[in-house]
């Protein structure tokens, strides 16, 4: 028998991937889709991929019926609307897993001063992080998921093998780069296909975007030591895909591909591209597979650590997919070994 | 057990994307990937979206050594190089799909003049036109298919039905957009970025297309009598996609869109639009899917039908995927239920 | 001594590329720019391009503080909104040139059933449809001008000779190819980069887009005739060009690429290509150019004649800059010389 | 009268560009231009969008032949072969600016290791390198201009007052982003538009790419100090721009923006942008202007430094005529003062 899903925010990119990974999994039935402003819409009115695929027709997000429908509820609504759905359902004893920002830092301060006010100030420290390569064990028994930014998994899965070994020093900087789909699904100027179709831009940078305190917090936790990054988001003209790349004094003279290697053998999505390759976003672009690679520029001592995934994927629903295999005790991999349509 | 299956020509688009929906195909063992020039290599060399998915080696297309091993054998050989190819294996009792043009055409005066001499001649015959919407029944019993171009899917699915009821008047125009990939993996001027990736342009207009004579070929059974049509294809900055826009003169007032969706209502991978939305190659791209739509200018009389596909997916590799579907007996969708992830 | 010129609705797209245009030619001075709601703000503001190049402020768009600057003055306003400002600067002696719709049909009627109320009907039978290549006698002595819409420039321009020397039968089809910045600077869902950076889609297709009256139209003029097109916009994921297909049954055998040459060979803005070369938006993108070529499917009998132009410059701000060469009795490539920055 | 100048290598893109751009320059008239394999054909052959613009044909380039008709000869000849042709043109008292890597490194041992051997050594200690911003004064009596690399002159101009004034530290990491133009015309795999047109990447990274060793040279002239850059350039899917972030450990708490601001306040072509302004190559695409701004992240101590220009005008073409205007004593932006046209 399956197991019955409900997504709520199913309007949005991230809610619409859910319903795109969640209809190909074997063990999982999508028993309600939810949104706001389209609730009453069919979902493939709102999304014409959907045509001829499903009937699913998009009910306001209520959290008793929805605990009534479903064993576990992805919700994809936005910082700051998604905390009080989550403690609702919680409540009732469901599973859930949060693909907003509301249950990514630990730190109820960080959180206010990045985020506002906390809507679920009491269920946040049950929340887990959503990574599995780090937090998997945790992940297991985990009532309430807090997904990953798209960022930070880019980010942290690019480092985190060097630092935890100690072949990175800090500060570091984080230098990334992002398709338009990380925006969401609203228009506004910046994401007009006239002003970033053809040109490539840097936005809130030296500090000032919201997944600097996540990326860091993650960072720390390897390190077991303050870390600071300086983080430059930029804006590239494709709709998937981020490229990252860490840069931080080297404290070896080598052994750092080795490292990799080491550290995410048994991962099943983590692949170590063989010296020589360089990760591209092409490469990962609607999987869950995340391509990392690491460099040493001798000359000045940087070590140069890159990752390539799929904001959408990897980056979000996919590895809330992930986290609920984890959950139940399914196979890691069940319904995510698509492989990236290149080209 | 799952059939054992191989690749001929897996370092193509076609072939890469032949690997990923094979990969995804539960009956489905992917017993060897042949290459020419890449032989010797591993796959995940070619196409680093297969790092940490598949060992696998490329090897040199020997049909005795294929034949071993392969039940069933999908060539996506350039056309001229297919057919001995086919034959060979025909000849071993393997059942062939050929993604290649070398048995599309049943007159082999056609084929001579668009292709140059026919190297299997006398199995041209026997090969069925792997359009399942059209020849589902013989596609049961094929020992060799022929699966179709990726623009004479898209315009005879357009068109099909209005032509069948007779809704529709020749000679047609077809204007046709494909994404670049279609052109193949090999590097050119006229795929270069910088030439193709910020600009539109069409290009083999007025029947210097090979893809002409497919069309009507198919087209001319289905009205059962002489079509011609004057297909204009165009190169967009895009990398997958098919949009086709069939013009004729209409020859009823109305009905146009219900001829579409009685002739389509049991198709699993065809969608007619409901009225007034319109076919987008992104709500098609990475899946099996095409999208159709009709529009009767009443001013002019014009019937302008649409349709939109993924020219990787249901305009090569994922129609040889339904294709072996049919032929298996296995439900026709298996291991192609994919939604398309946009965006 | 520099010609004093104004341009109200100057934050907007074709707004901002009469300042480009305007700022390159040796004949003018722009005295004033003006905006309703970036009113205050400096231009550069609003379009970094302008970073260190202009210092000028919008202002409120009064005819009365313009007239006093302005000899000439250029509105970019959305159609609706221009006509009374037309008026008020024609009635004060200024001469104008108007971007648009608001004096383009001549048929009072026709702008009603398209565009609403004519806010300055009396007016509006003493525009001057502002296409060089056909209107040039009455563009010198216009006070008026209405500068033709894209799409209408296109499509006259490929099909005009034809039509004129009765080698095409009509009705026509026009298949046209959009890039987004025609749609303006306002985001929208179907501007936005997720949805229309890596697609294509037609729209408002078989009489529903306001520029078939437009083509109609001008088509009639020179078929001294009813003329009924069939058309189809696309958008495309490109930010600048159109590309027209126009489609017509042959009334001759032959002599269409020479009845262009012929037709065609004193406009300076008008390339005929040389037979086996085909219209592209890359080599047209940035000027004031348009490429055309015909061609002759002799088994269907149809005509194809196409062009390729930047809906920017020769399909709105340059074209306005032409007609000001025309009317001021400047040669009229003045300002226009730039070739298309390829690629 | 006009300048009479040569362009060898003009059927690669910056000699394209260097046709454009010569143009449109009022001092100049264009007296050849000269290729190897396009000898012989009309450039608007090679080019279409000098359709109707340019009868000129390409010859080969014979050093006697192309200094009996131009005054200045500006090569874009592969680096290798253009440091011979320069040498015969100095040597017939032509004036020489050359767009290729041949005379860019002061070190010839240095060059021989990057280039290999050097074909014109003697002459190479009487080049001047092309960066007006750096060598205003030399470059007013240069008989030999080595115009700069797009990479070095987009990070040089990006750092280059926080330097000179002691305001950051070294090393410096140098993360650019690049549009596919910079890679020439000759296609390859990587600039096949399904492997480039979708996605980002890194290449010749960690000290792999030859444009690290001009970048230090000009930055140590600048801080009188050995200086090194880890250098990391991307593909971007777009034609033209190059984004430069460099990245450095500051050295002050403050007044990095002034910095820019008093360095850069007479320079006609570098725009420091507003505070909370951040470069987008979308701006400056088409033009000769750069773009920059700097941010100082005060909790890692970091400063990025960035700067956004085109790849074929100031990184290249464009820089080149600028060369030229200060080598003729003519105002140094004759013929560049075409705004960027966005979008």
Same mark, same amino acid.
């Given at each position: 028998?399956?197991?019955?899903?409900?997504?709520?925010?199913?309007?949005?990119?991230?809610?619409?991937?859910?319903?795109?990974?969640?209809?190909?999994?074997?063990?999982?039935?999508?028993?309600?889709?939810?949104?706001?402003?389209?609730?009453?819409?069919?979902?493939?009115?709102?999304?014409?991929?959907?045509?001829?695929?499903?009937?699913?027709?998009?009910?306001?997000?209520?959290?008793?019926?929805?605990?009534?429908?479903?064993?576990?509820?992805?919700?994809?609504?936005?910082?700051?609307?998604?905390?009080?759905?989550?403690?609702?359902?919680?409540?009732?004893?469901?599973?859930?897993?949060?693909?907003?920002?509301?249950?990514?830092?630990?730190?109820?301060?960080?959180?206010?001063?990045?985020?506002?006010?906390?809507?679920?100030?009491?269920? %946040? #420290? !049950? =929340?887990?992080? $959503?990574?599995? /390569?780090?937090?998997?064990?945790?992940? &297991?028994?985990?009532?309430? *998921?807090? @997904?990953?930014?798209?960022?930070?998994?880019?980010?942290?899965?690019?480092?985190?093998?060097?630092?935890?070994?100690?072949?990175?020093?800090?500060?570091?900087?984080?230098?990334?780069?992002?398709?338009?789909?990380?925006?969401?699904?609203?228009?506004?100027?910046?994401?007009?296909?006239?002003?970033?179709?053809?040109?490539?831009?840097?936005?809130?940078?030296?500090?000032?975007?919201?997944?600097?305190?996540?990326?860091?917090?993650?960072?720390?936790?390897?390190?077991?030591?303050?870390?600071?990054?300086?983080?430059?988001?930029?804006?590239?003209?494709?709709?998937?895909?981020?490229?990252?790349?860490?840069?931080? %004094? #080297? !404290? =070896?003279?080598? $052994?750092?591909? /080795?490292?990799?290697?080491?550290?995410? &053998?048994?991962?099943?999505? *983590?692949? @170590?591209?063989?010296?020589?390759?360089?990760?591209?976003?092409?490469?990962?672009?609607?999987?869950?597979?995340?391509?990392?690679?690491?460099?040493?520029?001798?000359?000045?001592?940087?070590?140069?650590?890159?990752?390539?995934?799929?904001?959408?994927?990897?980056?979000?629903?996919?590895?809330?997919?992930?986290?609920?295999?984890?959950?139940?005790?399914?196979?890691?991999?069940?319904?995510?070994?698509?492989?990236?349509?290149?080209?």
């Amino acid at each position: 028998v399956s197991l019955p899903v409900a997504i709520v925010g199913a309007s949005g990119y991230t809610g619409a991937e859910l319903f795109r990974l969640l209809h190909a999994h074997p063990e999982v039935e999508i028993a309600g889709v939810h949104g706001k402003s389209s609730a009453g819409k069919r979902l493939a009115e709102v999304y014409p991929q959907l045509a001829g695929v499903s009937e699913l027709v998009l009910e306001v997000a209520d959290p008793e019926a929805i605990a009534r429908r479903a064993e576990v509820v992805f919700s994809a609504l936005p910082h700051g609307e998604s905390a009080a759905l989550c403690e609702a359902l919680v409540a009732r004893g469901r599973r859930v897993l949060d693909l907003s920002a509301d249950f990514r830092l630990r730190d109820l301060e960080a959180h206010r001063a990045w985020y506002g006010e906390h809507h679920a100030p009491a269920l %946040a #420290a !049950r =929340a887990v992080y $959503g990574l599995p /390569e780090l937090h998997r064990r945790e992940l &297991r028994e985990a009532a309430l *998921v807090a @997904v990953p930014g798209c960022y930070p998994t880019a980010a942290v899965l690019a480092v985190a093998p060097l630092l935890e070994a100690g072949l990175i020093a800090t500060p570091l900087v984080v230098d990334a780069k992002s398709g338009v789909s990380g925006a969401g699904r609203s228009p506004s100027l910046a994401t007009h296909f006239p002003e970033a179709g053809e040109g490539i831009r840097p936005y809130k940078i030296a500090g000032a975007h919201r997944h600097t305190p996540e990326i860091e917090q993650e960072l720390e936790r390897l390190a077991g030591a303050p870390v600071r990054v300086s983080f430059t988001p930029h804006l590239v003209p494709m709709s998937r895909g981020i490229l990252a790349c860490v840069y931080g %004094a #080297a !404290r =070896a003279g080598g $052994g750092f591909h /080795e490292c990799l290697v080491a550290r995410w &053998r048994d991962e099943p999505f *983590v692949s @170590v591209l063989p010296p020589g390759t360089l990760p591209d976003t092409s490469f990962v672009r609607g999987s869950n597979r995340v391509h990392v690679a690491v460099a040493h520029d001798a000359r000045t001592g940087t070590l140069v650590a890159m990752s390539a995934l799929d904001n959408l994927v990897k980056g979000a629903s996919g590895q809330a997919v992930q986290c609920l295999n984890l959950m139940m005790g399914w196979p890691e991999t069940t319904g995510l070994r698509a492989i990236a349509p290149f080209p």
